[in-house]
Protein backbone atom coordinates (compact mmCIF):
# COMPACT_ATOMS: atom_id res chain seq x y z
CA UNK A 1 0.00 0.00 0.00
CA UNK A 2 0.99 3.53 -1.07
CA UNK A 3 1.23 6.95 1.47
CA UNK A 4 0.42 10.16 0.26
CA UNK A 5 -0.20 13.39 2.29
CA UNK A 6 0.15 15.53 -0.33
CA UNK A 7 -1.88 15.83 -3.32
CA UNK A 8 0.53 16.53 -6.11
CA UNK A 9 2.05 13.10 -5.63
CA UNK A 10 -1.10 11.32 -5.42
CA UNK A 11 -1.95 12.99 -8.56
CA UNK A 12 0.56 11.79 -10.39
CA UNK A 13 0.52 8.31 -9.05
CA UNK A 14 -3.17 8.41 -10.14
CA UNK A 15 -2.98 10.00 -13.20
CA UNK A 16 -0.12 6.69 -14.05
CA UNK A 17 -2.95 4.39 -12.65
CA UNK A 18 -5.54 6.27 -15.24
CA UNK A 19 -3.45 6.55 -18.34
CA UNK A 20 -2.96 2.48 -18.26
CA UNK A 21 -6.41 2.24 -18.02
CA UNK A 22 -7.19 1.17 -14.57
CA UNK A 23 -10.73 2.46 -12.85
CA UNK A 24 -10.54 4.03 -9.33
CA UNK A 25 -12.56 3.05 -6.73
CA UNK A 26 -12.89 6.16 -3.65
CA UNK A 27 -13.92 5.75 0.08
CA UNK A 28 -13.57 8.95 1.84
CA UNK A 29 -13.24 8.37 5.55
CA UNK A 30 -12.11 10.21 8.59
CA UNK A 31 -10.23 7.55 9.88
CA UNK A 32 -11.24 5.55 13.21
CA UNK A 33 -11.63 1.97 10.97
CA UNK A 34 -13.90 -0.78 11.55
CA UNK A 35 -15.08 -3.04 9.84
CA UNK A 36 -18.07 -0.69 8.11
CA UNK A 37 -15.64 0.88 6.32
CA UNK A 38 -13.66 -2.15 5.46
CA UNK A 39 -16.54 -3.92 3.94
CA UNK A 40 -16.80 -0.46 1.49
CA UNK A 41 -12.86 -0.93 0.65
CA UNK A 42 -14.14 -4.90 0.16
CA UNK A 43 -16.97 -3.10 -2.29
CA UNK A 44 -15.02 -0.70 -3.81
CA UNK A 45 -11.99 -3.56 -4.62
CA UNK A 46 -14.52 -5.84 -6.31
CA UNK A 47 -15.48 -3.51 -9.01
CA UNK A 48 -12.50 -1.22 -9.28
CA UNK A 49 -8.65 -1.99 -10.26
CA UNK A 50 -7.35 0.61 -7.55
CA UNK A 51 -8.77 1.59 -4.36
CA UNK A 52 -7.93 5.04 -2.57
CA UNK A 53 -8.79 5.53 1.23
CA UNK A 54 -8.42 8.84 2.54
CA UNK A 55 -8.50 9.64 6.02
CA UNK A 56 -9.13 13.26 6.99
CA UNK A 57 -10.95 14.54 10.28
CA UNK A 58 -12.94 17.61 8.37
CA UNK A 59 -12.92 20.24 10.95
CA UNK A 60 -15.53 22.35 8.54
CA UNK A 61 -18.07 19.34 9.35
CA UNK A 62 -18.11 19.71 13.14
CA UNK A 63 -20.34 22.01 14.60
CA UNK A 64 -19.03 21.55 18.26
CA UNK A 65 -15.28 22.31 19.09
CA UNK A 66 -15.42 19.69 21.19
CA UNK A 67 -16.69 16.98 19.13
CA UNK A 68 -13.97 17.65 16.82
CA UNK A 69 -11.04 17.74 19.39
CA UNK A 70 -12.37 14.13 21.11
CA UNK A 71 -13.18 12.52 17.43
CA UNK A 72 -10.64 9.16 17.83
CA UNK A 73 -8.11 9.00 15.65
CA UNK A 74 -6.29 5.61 15.61
CA UNK A 75 -3.64 6.33 12.45
CA UNK A 76 -1.52 3.68 13.47
CA UNK A 77 -4.20 0.79 13.83
CA UNK A 78 -6.01 2.28 10.78
CA UNK A 79 -2.50 1.92 8.29
CA UNK A 80 -2.57 -2.07 9.74
CA UNK A 81 -5.90 -2.29 8.68
CA UNK A 82 -5.62 -0.76 5.09
CA UNK A 83 -2.39 -2.68 4.47
CA UNK A 84 -4.39 -6.18 5.65
CA UNK A 85 -7.36 -4.99 3.41
CA UNK A 86 -7.78 -4.31 -0.04
CA UNK A 87 -6.34 -0.95 -0.09
CA UNK A 88 -4.09 0.34 -2.87
CA UNK A 89 -3.32 3.52 -1.90
CA UNK A 90 -3.87 5.69 1.26
CA UNK A 91 -4.44 9.46 1.26
CA UNK A 92 -3.85 11.20 4.59
CA UNK A 93 -3.59 15.01 4.19
CA UNK A 94 -2.99 17.59 7.28
CA UNK A 95 -5.56 20.26 7.04
CA UNK A 96 -3.51 22.95 5.12
CA UNK A 97 -3.63 20.28 2.14
CA UNK A 98 -7.33 20.69 1.54
CA UNK A 99 -8.19 23.72 2.79
CA UNK A 100 -4.52 26.15 2.63
CA UNK A 101 -4.94 29.15 4.76
CA UNK A 102 -8.81 29.55 4.43
CA UNK A 103 -10.60 26.34 6.54
CA UNK A 104 -14.22 27.51 5.02
CA UNK A 105 -16.94 25.77 3.57
CA UNK A 106 -18.59 26.39 0.47
CA UNK A 107 -22.19 27.07 0.57
CA UNK A 108 -24.56 24.38 -1.07
CA UNK A 109 -27.73 24.18 -2.31
CA UNK A 110 -29.05 20.57 -1.80
CA UNK A 111 -32.37 21.59 -2.67
CA UNK A 112 -33.65 21.60 0.70
CA UNK A 113 -31.90 17.81 1.73
CA UNK A 114 -29.77 19.89 3.85
CA UNK A 115 -32.95 21.48 6.37
CA UNK A 116 -33.88 17.66 7.27
CA UNK A 117 -33.17 15.71 10.40
CA UNK A 118 -29.31 16.61 10.80
CA UNK A 119 -29.53 19.70 9.30
CA UNK A 120 -32.00 21.27 12.46
CA UNK A 121 -29.47 20.04 14.30
CA UNK A 122 -25.74 20.43 13.19
CA UNK A 123 -25.53 23.95 11.83
CA UNK A 124 -23.40 24.04 8.91
CA UNK A 125 -22.35 20.24 8.72
CA UNK A 126 -23.82 19.74 5.49
CA UNK A 127 -22.27 22.52 3.87
CA UNK A 128 -18.55 20.78 5.58
CA UNK A 129 -19.42 17.77 4.34
CA UNK A 130 -20.03 18.61 0.42
CA UNK A 131 -16.70 21.55 0.48
CA UNK A 132 -14.82 18.25 1.30
CA UNK A 133 -16.01 15.57 -0.62
CA UNK A 134 -16.18 17.66 -3.73
CA UNK A 135 -12.42 18.93 -3.26
CA UNK A 136 -11.22 15.18 -2.62
CA UNK A 137 -13.06 14.10 -5.54
CA UNK A 138 -11.25 16.98 -7.28
CA UNK A 139 -8.62 15.02 -6.12
CA UNK A 140 -8.64 11.49 -6.55
CA UNK A 141 -11.31 12.10 -9.41
CA UNK A 142 -13.02 8.27 -8.94
CA UNK A 143 -15.09 6.51 -11.19
CA UNK A 144 -17.08 4.94 -8.61
CA UNK A 145 -17.10 6.80 -4.73
CA UNK A 146 -18.91 4.28 -1.66
CA UNK A 147 -20.15 5.41 1.15
CA UNK A 148 -22.38 3.85 3.92
CA UNK A 149 -26.56 4.22 4.57
CA UNK A 150 -25.82 4.72 7.90
CA UNK A 151 -25.52 8.68 7.15
CA UNK A 152 -28.74 8.23 4.43
CA UNK A 153 -29.20 11.94 4.42
CA UNK A 154 -25.30 12.31 3.73
CA UNK A 155 -25.78 9.68 1.07
CA UNK A 156 -28.56 12.12 -0.57
CA UNK A 157 -26.85 14.76 0.05
CA UNK A 158 -23.79 13.49 -1.47
CA UNK A 159 -25.31 12.79 -5.12
CA UNK A 160 -27.17 15.85 -5.20
CA UNK A 161 -23.74 17.25 -5.01
CA UNK A 162 -22.51 15.36 -7.79
CA UNK A 163 -25.42 15.99 -9.76
CA UNK A 164 -25.47 19.72 -9.72
CA UNK A 165 -22.01 19.77 -10.14
CA UNK A 166 -21.28 17.21 -12.98
CA UNK A 167 -19.39 15.63 -11.43
CA UNK A 168 -17.94 12.24 -12.89
CA UNK A 169 -18.23 10.12 -10.78
CA UNK A 170 -20.89 7.01 -9.74
CA UNK A 171 -22.18 7.43 -5.73
CA UNK A 172 -22.85 3.38 -4.05
CA UNK A 173 -24.42 3.40 -1.22
CA UNK A 174 -23.68 0.06 1.00
CA UNK A 175 -25.49 -1.36 4.18
CA UNK A 176 -24.94 -0.51 7.44
CA UNK A 177 -22.85 -2.70 9.08
CA UNK A 178 -23.52 -3.68 12.18
CA UNK A 179 -22.35 -5.15 15.59
CA UNK A 180 -23.83 -8.57 16.74
CA UNK A 181 -26.12 -7.06 18.81
CA UNK A 182 -26.91 -4.54 16.53
CA UNK A 183 -25.29 -1.26 17.06
CA UNK A 184 -24.91 0.19 14.09
CA UNK A 185 -20.62 0.53 13.29
CA UNK A 186 -19.23 4.22 14.23
CA UNK A 187 -16.07 5.60 14.53
CA UNK A 188 -17.20 7.36 17.88
CA UNK A 189 -18.82 3.68 19.46
CA UNK A 190 -15.05 3.41 20.87
CA UNK A 191 -15.98 6.59 23.31
CA UNK A 192 -18.81 5.12 24.50
CA UNK A 193 -19.17 4.09 28.82
CA UNK A 194 -19.36 0.25 29.26
CA UNK A 195 -22.77 1.23 30.52
CA UNK A 196 -24.23 3.56 27.34
CA UNK A 197 -21.89 0.67 25.35
CA UNK A 198 -24.28 -1.52 26.85
CA UNK A 199 -27.84 0.35 26.12
CA UNK A 200 -26.96 1.36 22.99
CA UNK A 201 -28.40 -1.56 20.72
CA UNK A 202 -31.91 -0.65 22.03
CA UNK A 203 -31.80 2.02 19.38
CA UNK A 204 -31.58 -0.39 16.13
CA UNK A 205 -34.41 -2.99 18.39
CA UNK A 206 -37.23 -0.12 18.69
CA UNK A 207 -36.25 0.81 14.85
CA UNK A 208 -36.95 -3.41 14.04
CA UNK A 209 -40.38 -2.79 15.87
CA UNK A 210 -41.20 0.09 13.83
CA UNK A 211 -40.37 -1.51 11.00
CA UNK A 212 -42.73 -4.53 11.92
CA UNK A 213 -45.49 -1.42 13.10
CA UNK A 214 -45.41 0.35 9.98
CA UNK A 215 -47.68 -1.97 7.92
CA UNK A 216 -50.51 -1.76 10.57
CA UNK A 217 -50.04 1.05 12.11
CA UNK A 218 -50.36 4.97 11.05
CA UNK A 219 -47.17 7.11 11.13
CA UNK A 220 -48.22 9.28 14.74
CA UNK A 221 -48.95 6.28 16.86
CA UNK A 222 -45.36 4.91 15.70
CA UNK A 223 -44.31 8.31 17.18
CA UNK A 224 -45.88 8.32 20.04
CA UNK A 225 -45.47 4.51 20.68
CA UNK A 226 -41.57 5.52 20.12
CA UNK A 227 -41.29 8.56 22.19
CA UNK A 228 -42.94 6.44 24.90
CA UNK A 229 -40.18 3.85 24.59
CA UNK A 230 -37.46 6.29 24.98
CA UNK A 231 -39.56 8.05 28.33
CA UNK A 232 -38.71 4.75 29.96
CA UNK A 233 -34.62 4.54 28.79
CA UNK A 234 -32.76 6.98 31.22
CA UNK A 235 -29.46 6.23 29.68
CA UNK A 236 -30.23 6.89 26.28
CA UNK A 237 -31.89 11.09 25.32
CA UNK A 238 -33.99 10.70 22.23
CA UNK A 239 -32.78 14.01 20.22
CA UNK A 240 -35.18 13.38 17.00
CA UNK A 241 -37.04 10.16 15.09
CA UNK A 242 -39.04 10.91 11.58
CA UNK A 243 -40.22 8.37 9.23
CA UNK A 244 -39.46 10.32 5.60
CA UNK A 245 -39.34 9.46 2.32
CA UNK A 246 -36.14 8.76 0.56
CA UNK A 247 -35.89 10.87 -1.86
CA UNK A 248 -36.84 14.25 -0.18
CA UNK A 249 -36.01 13.11 3.54
CA UNK A 250 -39.10 14.92 4.54
CA UNK A 251 -41.50 13.87 7.54
CA UNK A 252 -44.26 11.88 6.47
CA UNK A 253 -47.73 12.65 8.21
CA UNK A 254 -49.38 9.53 6.46
CA UNK A 255 -48.47 6.92 4.06
CA UNK A 256 -48.50 7.51 0.19
CA UNK A 257 -48.31 4.31 -1.83
CA UNK A 258 -45.99 5.48 -4.35
CA UNK A 259 -43.39 6.53 -1.94
CA UNK A 260 -39.84 4.68 -0.21
CA UNK A 261 -39.76 5.26 3.49
CA UNK A 262 -37.45 5.08 6.09
CA UNK A 263 -37.40 5.94 10.11
CA UNK A 264 -34.32 7.90 11.11
CA UNK A 265 -33.04 8.31 14.85
CA UNK A 266 -30.57 10.50 16.73
CA UNK A 267 -30.09 9.52 20.27
CA UNK A 268 -27.77 10.48 22.90
CA UNK A 269 -25.98 7.75 25.13
CA UNK A 270 -24.23 10.06 27.00
CA UNK A 271 -22.04 12.45 25.36
CA UNK A 272 -22.05 10.34 21.76
CA UNK A 273 -24.77 10.84 19.23
CA UNK A 274 -25.72 7.73 18.14
CA UNK A 275 -27.47 7.43 14.43
CA UNK A 276 -29.40 5.25 12.65
CA UNK A 277 -31.98 4.29 10.11
CA UNK A 278 -34.32 1.09 8.52
CA UNK A 279 -35.92 1.09 5.80
CA UNK A 280 -39.87 0.28 5.68
CA UNK A 281 -42.28 -1.29 3.77
CA UNK A 282 -46.15 -0.61 4.10
O1 LIG B 1 -18.87 9.89 6.63
C1 LIG B 1 -17.75 10.36 6.87
O2 LIG B 1 -16.87 9.71 7.42
C2 LIG B 1 -17.45 11.82 6.49
O3 LIG B 1 -18.58 12.59 6.62
C3 LIG B 1 -16.84 11.95 5.09
C4 LIG B 1 -17.81 11.49 4.01
C5 LIG B 1 -15.55 11.16 5.00
C6 LIG B 1 -16.51 13.41 4.81
O4 LIG B 1 -15.61 13.94 5.73
Known amino acids: MKIFNNKKDLRDCLLEHKSNKKTIGFVPTMGALHDGHLSLIEKASEKNDIVVVSIFV ?8 EDLKKYPKTI ?45 FRDGHFNGVGTVVKTLFKIVAPDKAYFGQKDFQQLQIIKKM ?9 IKGCPIFREQDGLAMSSRNIRLSKEHREIAPFVYKTLKKVKKKFSHKSISEINKWLENQFKKQPLLTLEYFTIADEKALETAKTKEPNKKYRAFIAVFAGEIRLIDNIRLKH
Do not use: R, W
Not at 162 to 170: A, M, Q, R
Open 58 to 65: NPTQFDNV
Open 76 to 120: ENDIKLLSAASCDILFSPKVEEIYSENITSEKFDFDGLEHQMEGK
Open 162 to 170: VKKNHLNVK
